[in-house]
């Protein structure tokens, strides 16, 4: 008999402890998740369209610049109305293309002006651009 009543109170007392650490560990995963949630609603959204010209810019030279073989010294980036025009020196050109290709995949990015050129050939030409006074000139 005396058997039997230390196993029901072992029995009684792991389901109480089982019991206690289910509650805990509900209450745990609860202010887990309620953290979670705070961090997410303060964290910046990265992938917006609200972002400005500047932003994409650093967002085009973080993606093309990524490898680490990467000719950063002679590449500038700049973004007007959401185009990222790429000028300067690149070795050959798969990188010429891989750099166009990258500024590419920056969400935000509506067209990419690659006008970066290898060593000994002449520098792209981008589009003139002119003032709206001198659209209506005769």
Same mark, same amino acid.
Request: no cysteine.
């Given at each position: 008999?005396?058997?039997?009543?230390?196993?029901?109170?072992?029995?009684?007392?792991?389901?109480?402890a089982?019991?206690?650490?289910?509650?805990?560990?509900? #209450?745990?995963?609860?202010?887990?998740?309620t953290?979670?949630?705070? =961090? !997410?609603?303060?964290t910046p959204k990265f992938g917006s369209d609200d972002a400005?010209?500047?932003t994409l810019a650093d967002r085009v030279k973080?993606?093309?610049?990524?490898?680490?073989?990467a000719p950063k010294g002679g590449v500038s980036v700049d973004v007007q109305a959401g185009v990222a025009y790429l000028r300067g020196e690149v070795?050959?050109? #798969?990188w010429v293309e891989r750099f166009g290709t990258d500024?590419?995949? =920056? !969400?935000?990015?509506?067209?990419?002006?690659?006008?970066?050129?290898?060593?000994g050939t002449p520098t792209p030409e981008a589009e003139p651009r002119f003032l709206a006074s001198e659209q209506f000139r005769s």
């Open positions: 008999m005396r058997t039997v009543l230390t196993l029901a109170v072992g029995a009684a007392a792991a389901g109480a089982a019991a206690y650490l289910n509650r805990n560990r509900k #209450q745990v995963k609860r202010t887990t998740n953290m979670k949630g705070a =961090v !997410h609603a303060v400005d010209d500047q973080s993606e093309i610049f990524r490898a680490p073989d070795p050959d050109t #798969q500024a590419r995949k =920056v !969400h935000g990015i509506s067209g990419v002006k690659n006008l970066l050129h290898t060593p």
